[in-house]
C-alpha cells in the first residue's frame, strides 16, 4: 500500500536556526514528489514538485532534494514567517494523491 | 488568474442532515478533487473527477458522493451526516494529466453538532 511518513511531527527553531523536515515514502511507480506549505485554516499551498531521484528545487530559504526513498525540505536561516505545517505528497499515476500528516514548524524571533 | 473557490466556507449542521459544498476550480483546469482535511488523520482522498468523470475513490462511505459539472465545477454531498464528519472539505484543481502539482482552494470547514 503506498505510504507517506513525515518527521518531525513537529518543530521548533530559533530565527537563523537552519534545519530539515523528512518525507519518506512507500509508492509502487512514482509519478511525482511535492511539497507543501499550509497555513493555520487555509488550504495547501504549492511549493516544489519532484519526479526523478537526485532532482533539487529551490525558492527562497527552502529546498527540496529527492532521493529512491526519501525527500527533504531543507530550511535555511529561517524567518518567523516560516512557521507553517508543512506537507509532503506523492502519486503514482492513479489520479490519487497520498499525503503525510505533515511537520507544523514553529521559527521563534 | 482567479485561483480555486469553495462556498460555503464555514457551516453548522446537525447530525442525519446533507450537505453539498461546492468547487470552482482555476480556468482551463478539468480535474477536480476532493480531501477532508482532519487533525488526527491529515488530508484523505474523498474522489477526483475529469471532464465530468469520476476517475478514482477513496475509501469513504456511500454517504459521500461527488459529480461534476461540464464547466469543471464540482459539487461534493455528504447524507446523513455523522459527527465524525466535522473536518475541512479541500477542494483541488489541476490539469489532470496525473503528475502535475495540485491547486487547492481555502476549504468549507464543516462542523456537525
Known amino acids: 500500500e503506498d505510504q507517506v511518513t513525515q518527521s518531525p511531527e513537529a518543530l521548533r527553531l530559533q530565527e537563523g536556526e537552519s534545519s530539515s523536515l523528512n518525507c519518506s515514502y512507500t509508492v509502487s511507480g512514482l509519478r511525482g514528489l511535492f511539497w507543501y506549505r499550509q497555513d493555520p485554516g487555509k488550504g495547501p499551498e504549492f511549493l516544489f514538485t519532484l519526479y526523478s531521484a537526485g532532482e533539487e528545487k529551490e525558492k527562497e530559504r527552502l529546498k527540496a532534494t529527492l532521493t529512491k526513498k526519501e525527500s527533504f525540505l531543507h530550511i535555511t536561516a529561517p524567518k518567523p514567517e516560516d512557521s507553517a505545517t508543512y506537507l509532503c505528497?506523492?502519486?503514482?499515476?492513479?489520479?490519487?494523491?497520498?499525503f503525510g500528516t505533515g511537520t507544523r514548524l514553529k521559527v521563534l524571533a | 488568474k482567479a485561483g480555486v473557490t469553495q462556498t460555503p466556507r464555514y457551516l453548522i449542521k446537525t447530525r442525519g442532515q446533507q450537505v453539498t459544498l461546492s468547487c470552482s476550480p482555476i480556468s482551463g483546469h478539468r480535474s477536480v478533487s476532493w480531501y477532508q482535511q482532519t487533525p488526527g488523520q491529515g488530508l484523505q482522498f474523498l474522489f477526483e473527477?475529469?471532464?465530468?468523470?469520476?476517475?478514482n475513490k477513496g475509501n469513504f462511505p456511500g454517504r459521500f458522493s461527488g459529480r461534476q459539472f461540464s464547466n469543471s465545477r464540482s459539487e461534493m454531498n455528504v447524507s446523513t451526516l455523522e459527527l465524525g464528519d466535522s473536518a475541512l472539505y479541500l477542494c483541488?484543481?489541476?490539469?489532470?494529466?496525473?503528475?502535475?502539482?495540485?491547486?487547492f482552494g481555502e476549504g468549507s470547514r464543516l462542523t456537525v453538532l
Open positions: 473527477y475529469f471532464s465530468e468523470t469520476q476517475r
Open positions: 483541488a484543481s489541476s490539469l489532470g494529466d496525473n503528475t502535475g502539482e495540485l491547486f
Open positions: 505528497a506523492t502519486t503514482s499515476g492513479t489520479y490519487k494523491y497520498i
